[in-house]
């Protein structure tokens, strides 16, 4: 098999002095940096497995299989929303650091912090929601926190959660923007600005140059990835500072109930942290997609002007799309509505030009190699896709109007996360642990894992969308009439997902056996494992 | 189903198209990418020249689809409100209180809506229950929307937006007489 590997040049790659204050040796600090990044893919897994079973265990509800009080069934809905977005973090944050770290020489003691905070969030949530019963929704939209059946210390707790895991996947943001202006001497350069305003680079120009050793000569040009770093951390760090206005304003009112916030002012923080926050960690994907996906088709993907112009314009038009969550608050300024869908269309004209095209192109006659890591890859890629259009419809206003609050919502968003950042981790962790084992999954086995994850995939975010188109609304605990059908039918693709997954997980461990992962800790400083690069 | 429905059946039919459209797009990408390689310039070359052309019609759909919206925005004017008749809606925490819940076919509506604890949603829904018109209905705010009923029958509203444990049984009848 290694043989008929295509392996993109090395030189494409940018070698960079590591910094002279590195006390241990290189390969005993990718030691620590692989065994960090399986230990968030670990937990990303953990998650979403058991946040899924929150998820199957709603729609049996809804589809009157199971029985649960309404209180219930939006403690688990509260629960299901914020520990799928911590999967989702976990799993990409680490994809990104994996294949940023060659360049940019990342410390992973900050990464370890970041894990920390992460599962302090996790047991907080936890404890508000399962104990707590606090089901104010992931969105805890002021004032309804303040407004429920839970106590007030559940909703305390559970803000000191999201708040643990904003500060988490701040610190990530705060060391990757710190480290890639160290090395590329300037935010304008690890933007790529030059290229973006046609003063270097170009299609077959000066990509991937070696950073100088001398600061004052470094005129190297990021790869995408680290192109996508610079871009998504600087966007955390403003979604993080909007999370933690909104959350000490709640935490202000809880304290002191006189402290009041403006509704729609509310509204407005809390749909620009929300919308950002799940957004980015399909951004993070894709930087780990850039990275990863040329290995596979044997191309490399350069930043070229078209990838540098349309990450500035991710960079601001995925940050202000947000203002489409508020088409329905009629108070909200007008000019903010049409500047919403301005925003959004920017971002998808982006993304369709450049990444997805650019995607397209690359795996075009490539002689690409399909294994069942870059298959999942693939499968994540059709997710954005189809997620993408559903978004695109709910971003314009008029089809707004119809679909708000409905199941077309979870619908659509439910694409961008099982059929697109779902598959994008699993696949990246697959690629691992293929890489590492030496082994690929037979072309029978991989049917056996992604036709029933498509099937059961689009047929269950179909049965939302379905019922977004016939007005049923979301967070019902009780269905309106259709709605327990939908559910009935939701509830069988599930099935085919969960035979999907435990295959998917069989193929995981049979890998980890064939590595012998347990023993990777021993071995790796033995250094007698074979890098996955 | 009634005119009502004709916008979720049109979004209906733009996602099956574009997204079937992607579908196509994979497959025939996946099934090109088996066999021998072209060396990549040989790609990008006719490639990029695609871009720019897919580039200049995916900018021309959006722009179009922005400036369409405009002449279709939900958010009644000045002319519209002064020629509708005014039902102030409360919503609670769990009901809707409004100032009549009987209209007559061909009345033009201004439904004054807000709040008195957390955010809902005002959700219409037409007597064949198909969802023809909503606004959020948020504490401290009046948001207003204009409704003319075209048909009789029972119109039920249903909360749209997520406020508590019986979100879900939040609906009253509005009885439209012809």
Redesign the interface.
Known sequence: MSSSI?VPSTAAVPRITAPPNVAETAQARQVRVDRLIFLYLGTAVALFLLMGLAGLTMRAHQAGLLPLD??QF?VILTLHGTGMLAAALLGTMAALWYVVQPTLRLESGPLWLAYFLAIVAVVCVVGSTLIGGF?A?WTM?Y??PF???WPAWSTALFLLGNLALSLSFGLFCLVLLLQVIRTYGSLSQALALPVALGRAGG??GQQGQHAAADPAQRMAIPPPPVLIATVTSLQGLVIVAGGAVIGFGLLGHLVDPAVKL???WA?NITYFFGHNIANITLYLALGMLYAILPRY????WQTTR?VALAWLVVLVCVLLAYFHHLY????QP?VL??AG??FT??A??AA??VTI?GA??L??????R?TLGSLLL?VG??GW??GG??AA?DA????N??????LWVPGHFHTYFLLGVLPFVFGFLTHLLEGISDHETSRRVRMMIVVPLLVGGYGLVGTW??GG???L??????????GAALGTVAVAFVALVIVSLLLLLREWWRLAIISRLPAYGRELYDLGFRKVS | MGDNAT???L??A??LL??FS??V??VV??R???????P??E??RP??AL?RL??GV??AT??L??VV??F????PGSAQLAHAQEVRVVAH?FFWQLTTTTFRVGQSINFAVTSA???H?F?L?DPH????????A????????VVTFRAPGTYIV????????????MEIALVVKA
Not at chain 1, 328 to 331: G, I, Q, R, T, V
Not at chain 1, 396 to 399: E, L, R, S, T, V
Not at chain 2, 129 to 136: D, T
Request: proline content about 6%.
């Open positions: 295509i309404a209180t939006y089901g929704g939209l004032p309804l407004y429920g059946w299609h077959h403006d509704p729609l509204k088709a044997g191309r490399a078209p329905m608050d009629f108070a007008r509505d049409v869908e301005g269309y920017s998808v004209t369709l030009s095209f397209l192109l795996i075009w006659r490539s002689d690409f399909w693939y890629f059709s896709m189809v259009i559903g419809i314009f206003i008029p089809a109007f119809r679909l708000h609050n409905t969308l379905l188109l016939m007005g609304p979301r967070r019902y605990a009780e269905q309106p009439p259709g | 916008s979720q059946v979004i209906g733009v996602f574009l997204a992607v579908a797009v994979l990408v996946a090109q990418a088996r066999g021998p390689a072209l990549y310039a790609v990008t490639g990029y871009r897919w580039f995916v900018l959006a722009a689809a922005v919206s405009l279709l925005l939900p958010y925490q604890d957390v955010n949603g959700g829904y229950g198909v969802l023809m018109a909503q606004v959020q948020m504490p401290g705010y009046v948001n207003h929307l249903r909360c749209m937006e997520y406020c508590g444990q019986l979100h879900h049984v």
